[in-house]
């Protein structure tokens, strides 16, 4: 089959694992990881890909993403079948089942949580992110207070600084998804060395690209993946299926 594949860059060495050992022709399309601070506004950023893909007849376009605090929601199908996980965010995809993830977050409440593409590909996209948003840091997650003052003055980047960084009070621990791919010991150590400067515990889960491979490979099957039939949209439900059509 040709397929097309949209996905967050948090996937990249995974994509590209399982692309490699795939018998499909996968065309993709890694999307920066800044894009999910927008939130619901990631909305049009997809829809434009999803459309300039529907014109060059794949058999399916798959789309690496989850709900993403409803980001996904009202994306809509072309000509072409949209597939996507069933998933509130990466981190279900990556530990490939959105049952296990939550069974680990109930016992596990306060946890951040990192990857390899966590690790290797958080750095600010001031393209793709409003000027100044509401509800996300302008300039990424891991800005540095002396970035902030640079770019805003003293007392605004103070200011800024403390409102964007006053999450990680809430956390107690950082878990590490180790997924098997080659850069995993050196992102690592960086999610452990992170850690201990926020004076986090630090724990390791092995993740897993069932989600990613199956997406890619297939089978669709309705309990892990939505199958969008052409002309439908994305719509967010309130149970544990997560998406369904529209």
């Not at 080659?182 to 150590?189: K, P």
Request: overall charge negative; hydrophobic content about 40%; some cysteine.
């Amino acid at each position: 089959m040709q397929l097309k594949l949209i996905h967050c860059q948090v996937f990249t060495r995974e994509v590209e694992q399982v692309i490699a050992q795939s018998a499909h022709a996968v065309d993709c399309e890694s999307i920066p990881m800044g894009l999910h601070s927008l939130g619901v506004d990631m909305r049009p950023h997809l829809q434009a890909r999803i459309d300039a893909a529907d014109a060059q007849g794949y058999h399916a376009i798959l789309l690496g993403y989850a709900l993403c605090g409803r980001g996904a929601e009202g994306l809509a199908a072309g000509r072409t079948q949209l597939v996507l996980p069933r998933a509130h965010d990466c981190i279900g995809v990556l530990m490939g089942s959105r049952h296990r993830y939550a069974h680990y977050f109930q016992n596990h409440p306060g946890v951040y949580y990192r990857s390899p593409g966590w690790v290797e590909f958080q750095t600010p996209d001031l393209k793709l992110q409003p000027a100044f948003p509401a509800q996300s840091n302008p300039m990424g997650e891991q800005t540095t207070l002396e970035e902030f003052i640079a770019k805003y003055g003293d007392d605004n980047g103070h200011f800024l600084f403390e409102q964007f960084s006053s999450f990680r009070r809430r956390y107690s621990g950082l878990t590490y998804i180790s997924s098997g791919i080659a850069s995993d010991q050196a992102c690592r150590a960086q999610a452990r060395n992170e850690a201990a400067r926020q004076g986090w515990a630090f724990d390791e889960v092995a993740g897993s690209l069932t989600l990613l491979d199956r997406l890619v490979n297939g089978p669709w099957n309705a309990d892990d993946f939505l199958v969008l039939p052409p002309g439908a949209r994305i719509r967010a439900t309130l149970d544990e299926d997560i998406v369904d059509a529209l």
